[in-house]
DNA sequence: TTGTATGCGTTATCAC
DNA sequence: GTGATAACGCATACAA
């Protein structure tokens, strides 16, 4: 007999050469159950509800799968499903720093929750690091196309390569105000309600003069304090005017002593810091305060718009409101979740939580 | 013309029906070049070593992979039995935990500069989910082989599933000492030097009598801390009997001032605590030594087998060892990395940082 | 109720 | 040099 040259099975490549020991895979489940491999599928997918499958038939797969200690093979069942159940979490920095102040380990928390709830597994892509994905250029941005979609932390993404993955219809939640990208979708904290609310309560309290520090940063984070607390004071019949607002590149050297005592001589009674990454707008007030001797809430009253820096964590609870990290963690990961399944995205924004604190009062008789 | 149902294809799945713009592939790429998909595949695997493809048809596929923001599928590359560049890291529970008091973080930060460093992606798989693959019993561990390797932290990975995988030859690296299951590799902190270390540091000082507060965990951690405990007393020539070692389910009720002033009568004038997770060993003899009214090392040396918990950070620093966490985690890739290259795993064990501190002098004059 | 036939996106081999 | 083509393991529409 000559043979069949054509007949010889050619194969991509030699399973030894993987050096893995094969798995039992469906088709052998199916030879020993004496069922067709598809069958087999069938039975263990669970798919066929409507008494598809005689229970006998059903039992001798069953049986002939836990004999064979047969395990699915996840690349097979992604690669079939078109769907690799991954999300990708883009952050520019690290995504452990090791400086853990700027951290996005609050909302992580949320995101892994929500992700592990709805059944997606995490991709880490690290835009500073050597290799992966942030390696070569803003280019190897596109590695995070290997999720079904993905989350960006931090506001240093790239626009271009942001709007071309949305012009594209890859699924992308920015977690963070994003409005100057149309089409972006994004989830944010409520900062303008939140700190309007703020402001509300000083005003209830009979705050008259309140002043706003923060730093020299045009982040939406800040801009929508800042708009919140104009509108609260404004909401409250308060003077709004420029003075009301201290701006400043490094509030440490700028809120001064003096200056908080020439505040108060002017009728102010309550300060507004921003929360920042670094925190130095409170740090700077509350250090001022403490350093003119004045106490807090009897000499004047102190609000923090966010949550204050770690090393100020065991001083008196500021007045505030906490933004709900694990929450827009969670947000983030079901508009992403709806984007990747065709839906269209909801409600973008998370309200903070109004925090009471114990670093306002009433306003000292004058 | 009559229709020809047979060459009607039939597919298992219409791609319409996910709802979502389905990334390129390689046989667009191939299209746009105007090549066929297997000189993409070639192109950008690079395997064409010989110059096996023109230069001008190689610039004509990238650019055209890189118009299309191409990027290969994970699954796809897995199940053609290649690399996909992902390392999996598998936690029992959370990654990122709310409680961060035994939170992965450190060991993590390793984890993410050394696998970047290396030019992988980080896949997180959370074994405590409620939902997702988490849910479906241990069998959904199985679901880390779709990346070419997977990192283990928590000691409660269960082991059958963990043997299975490492006999089928999948890369497994567990964070922590795990000797009892056969072929499985592991990185752990050598406990037995640094603890031992320690001791031999508090007899140089003078010391005879040394106690061991530990908690009643028979974790890999805790029996090799005491065992480098016992085996630094004998190299110190001192006694190792029974007394030696306090072993208690709560330190914070057992170990009360009474208990200590007990122990210095007898001679004791140094004690050592283990950590652990909730830092209680430490907690109690810090709060014991305290209540007692016994300056430390003034009145007592004590040191501790690791770090402070954070509640205690702002204490004295404690003689002792520092877990060196980052390195672990970096190690911990790099076996990963060799295993899936296919080299054999070197040394597994990292060595701690002895810490001087300020909680140890001299044993007080009798 | 079960089996047959495809296709998912890649890699790898072999003719042309 | 380049283009068919065969797996990889699984899921699914459709025929039997």
């Not at 038939?57 to 002939?64: C, E, F, G, P």
């Not at 960006?152 to 409005?179: Q, T, Y």
């Not at 700077?284 to 807090?296: F, K, P, R, S």
């Amino acid at each position: 007999m000559v043979e069949q040259p054509s007949k010889r099975p050619r194969r991509g490549r030699t399973p030894a050469a993987t050096g893995r020991t094969s798995r039992p895979r469906q088709a052998e489940v199916a030879r020993l159950a004496g069922v067709s491999q598809a069958t087999v599928s069938l039975v263990l997918s669970d798919k066929a509800q409507g008494s598809a499958i005689s229970d006998e038939t059903r039992q001798r797969v069953l049986d002939a799968a836990r004999s064979l200690g047969y395990v699915p093979d996840p690349a097979a069942q992604r690669l079939a499903a078109v769907r690799n159940n991954l999300l990708g979490v883009y952050s520019f920095t690290a995504t452990f720093p090791t400086d853990v102040e700027h951290s996005y380990y609050p909302f992580l928390v949320g995101v892994e929750r929500e992700a592990a709830a709805r059944g997606y597994d995490l991709v880490l892509f690290t835009g500073s690091s050597s290799g992966g994905a942030g390696a070569a250029g803003p280019e190897a941005l596109n590695r995070v196309r290997l999720a079904d979609g993905c989350l960006f932390l931090g506001r240093h993404v790239p626009s271009a390569e942001l709007k071309r993955m949305v012009a594209d219809g890859f699924p992308v939640v920015h977690l963070g105000r994003r409005e100057e990208l149309e089409g972006l979708s994004w989830v944010g904290a409520d900062y303008v309600s939140a700190s309007s609310e703020v402001v509300r309560h000083l005003a209830s309290l009979g705050h008259r003069r309140i002043v706003l520090i923060r730093e020299d940063d045009d982040a939406p984070a800040s801009t929508d304090r800042q708009q919140g607390f104009l509108a609260g004071l404004e909401a409250a019949g308060l003077a709004g005017g420029p003075d009301a607002v201290f701006r400043s590149a490094d509030p440490g050297r700028d809120v001064t002593p003096d200056r908080l005592r020439r505040w108060i001589a002017e009728g102010v009674t309550a300060f507004v810091a921003e929360e920042t990454d670094t925190g130095n707008a409170w740090r700077a007030v509350h250090a001022a305060a403490a350093e003119a001797g004045l106490t807090c809430p009897g000499d004047l009253s102190l609000a923090l718009l966010g949550s204050p820096p770690p090393d100020l964590a065991g001083a008196a609870e500021p007045t505030g409101f906490d933004v709900p990290r694990h929450q827009l963690g969670a947000a983030a990961v079901r508009m992403l979740a709806s984007l990747v399944a065709g839906e269209t995205a909801d409600e973008p924004l998370v309200a903070c939580a109004f925090r009471p604190g114990a670093t306002t009062g009433s306003p000292p008789e004058r």
